[in-house]
């Protein structure tokens, strides 16, 4: 697809967020499954209803824009995950795991926050408001998120890595 538009662009984005968070469908099981603290276990499990809730809000921005959402693969979140993966392979420490896999996390949201922000004031300036709107929610759950996995290192996550033999 030619990008000549901001509407283009938009599209582009969408259908990249729609991949990403495909991808992280399947990627938090893994992570939840990885984290030996049972906070961040809980976390990553709410974060996979609220990421499939945020896939099919996407669906339903492309009905509202009468587009499709399938065919682009967001090979960023595919690196992100990638990275993980080599770091859930490593041999750590279980406290010192769910530090990497915090960091692993923030990651996935930050990148997340900067094409949901994108997406979100592209759809405002060319008069999609309501799908502008859908995009607002969804970047505030990334943002609600992040704060979460940051409030779960500082409360104990990183102490316990940091004591870890």
Known sequence: MKLET???LLISELRDLYSAENQLIKALPKMAKA???EELKSAFQEHLEQTREQAARLE???KQLDITLRGKK???MQG???EGKEQMSEDMEPDVMDAAL???AQKVEHYEMAGYGCA???ARQLGHDEAADLLQTTLDEEGETDKRLTDIAESHVNEAAGSAP
């Open 120 to 122: 979100r004031t592209w």
């Open 35 to 37: 984290a030996s603290s």
């Open 74 to 76: 967001c090979v960023a």
């Open 6 to 8: 901001l509407e283009d």
């Open 60 to 62: 339903k921005v492309a």
């Open 80 to 82: 992100l995950i990638e």
């Open 102 to 104: 915090i960091a692993a």
